[in-house]
């Protein structure tokens, strides 16, 4: 016996994340709750704003009419281009929780530990800089230090955290927001480094896309550069109708 019924893995993908709270309003109106969420960077943003109690169209309200610099602070090059310090602020005025224990859905993080090289899954202990940890793309954000320890993007080595939850789900859903790399990109520092990140990130998909029981890819998402937020609106509807067309296919969907 499984100890969760469903559980839904959300990748990382920058604003083409917003496509998760699409899909979990398709989701929703077909009567279908997850039981346990894992999510990397912006999986990991959208999971735990929805587990705190967000619907899926406040999760997208939250982040309309603003723009990147909204919630970065620009930083002279040590570590990083961008401070967060606006974020990790954003994210502890929206999750009212401050650990992961009192989520009501429970939720599995993933960051990368900088100092020693490797995956890690938060879920105790400390919620908001955790999140932030998971979504620091090196270069770009400074890397957060949790216990004396410097943390990044998951997505370094898994950005789709299939794997983190299956051994406990009888099903899983999975939303990859980012399947696919696109042909154009910016060539100054910021577009290089995204580019760089999707190469990484679609090579360390390939095992999770298989453990999924549904899978849903939101190609159409990936013409949308990562920090693109005037685009929340139309990715939160391609999550949605990709969401809605593979319920429709699926016969067996979950309960």
Known sequence: MKRYKLGLALSGGGVKGFAHAGALKAMEEHGIIPDIISGTSAGAIVGALYSAGHTPDEICSLFKDKDF????????PKNGLFRTTAFL?????????KSFEELPVPLRVVATNLDEGKSVVFSEGELHKKIMASSCIPVIFNPVEIDGVSYADGGIFKNFPVSVIRDDCETIIGINASPLVAEKYSKNIVGIAERTYHFMFRANTV???????????????????????????IIFEMGYQSMNKALDRNKQRPA
């Open 89 to 97: 602020k954003f994210l502890k005025e929206n999750i009212k929780m």
């Open 69 to 76: 610099n909204h919630f970065v602070e620009l930083n002279l």
């Open 207 to 233: 095992e999770d896309k298989k453990m999924c029981d549904i899978l849903v890819e939101v190609e159409s998402a990936m013409q949308f550069k990562t920090f693109d937020l005037k685009k929340v609106d």
